[in-house]
C-alpha cells in the first residue's frame, strides 16, 4: 500500500508530465523529490488541516496566508537547479515549508516573512525540527535582504504585480529569481527570470495560474492554463 508522502509524490510527477511542454521538465528532480520526502509537510500546517497534509493543493495557515499546492514548490525549486553550494533567499516565509525544502538542496537559506506572527512560529519551527541552515526574519520582502547578497537564487512565494528592482540587485551574474507575477487570488504568471553575466535579464514564462478562493471552505483552489513564451527584459 502506498504511503501518503509517496501518492503526494506521484500526483507531482502526474502534474509534471502534465506541464512539460512549458516547464521542460517532465520528470521530478531526483534530489527535489527526496527533499519533499524528507521534509514532513504536517509539521508546517495548523493542527485543524492535519488530515489534509499531504494533499496537492494550498492550504490556509492563518493570517490571510497559505502554504503552497506541493507541486508549485516542487517546480519553483527545481526551476532554481540548485547546487549544494549556493545561498537563497526566499521572500515570504509562511509556515516554513518551502523554506525547509529549499535547506536541503542548498548552503543557506535566507528566508523573509512579512507577517510578525508567522515569522515568529515559522523560526521556531525551524528550531525544533532541527533545520539549522535557515535564517530568518521579519520584514517587507521586496527589499530583500542586501546584508547576505548577492544570491545565487531568489524564490518568491506570494505574487507581485511586478518584479521587483532591489531582487535583481541582489541576485548573482547567472543566477534565477522565481516569481508569480499578477494579482493574489487572480491572474498570475510563473515567471523564471535569468540575470546573465552581461547584467541583461531574460524572462520565461511558465505557467499561468488562476487562483480562486472558496469561501465556503476557507481554502484555495488552484487552476492552471499552460502557457510559454520568452523575453529579454533589458
Not at 42 to 50: A, C, N, V, W
Request: proline share 6%; hydrophobic share 40%; net charge negative.
Amino acid at each position: 500500500m502506498k504511503t501518503e508522502i509517496q501518492r503526494l509524490l506521484d500526483e507531482i510527477e502526474s502534474e509534471y508530465k502534465y506541464t512539460s511542454g512549458m516547464t521542460g521538465k517532465d520528470t521530478l528532480d531526483p534530489k527535489v523529490k527526496a527533499a519533499i520526502a524528507n521534509v514532513p509537510r504536517d509539521k508546517f500546517i495548523p493542527k485543524s488541516y492535519i488530515d489534509s497534509a499531504f494533499y496537492n493543493g494550498p492550504l490556509p495557515i492563518g493570517h490571510g496566508q497559505t502554504i503552497s499546492q506541493p507541486y508549485m514548490v516542487a517546480i519553483m525549486t527545481d526551476l532554481l537547479e540548485l547546487e549544494a553550494d549556493d545561498v537563497i533567499l526566499e521572500i515570504g516565509t509562511g509556515s516554513g515549508y518551502q523554506a525547509a525544502i529549499l535547506s536541503q538542496l542548498c548552503k543557506q537559506v535566507y528566508t523573509i516573512e512579512y507577517v510578525p506572527a508567522l515569522a515568529d512560529a515559522a523560526k521556531a519551527r525551524f528550531e525544533k525540527l532541527g533545520y539549522d541552515n535557515i535564517e530568518s526574519k521579519t520584514g517587507n520582502g521586496f527589499d530583500g535582504w542586501p546584508e547576505h547578497a548577492p544570491y545565487d537564487g531568489i524564490i518568491v512565494t506570494a505574487a507581485a504585480r511586478q518584479i521587483p528592482g532591489p531582487l535583481i540587485e541582489q541576485l548573482k551574474p547567472g543566477g534565477c529569481l522565481g516569481i508569480p507575477v499578477g494579482e493574489p487570488y487572480f491572474y498570475q504568471e510563473l515567471t523564471l527570470v535569468k540575470k546573465m553575466k552581461m547584467e541583461n535579464l531574460i524572462s520565461k514564462i511558465f505557467l499561468v495560474l488562476l487562483l480562486f478562493r472558496f469561501r465556503e471552505s476557507g481554502r484555495n483552489r488552484l487552476v492552471t492554463f499552460y502557457s510559454s513564451s520568452q523575453r529579454s527584459l533589458t
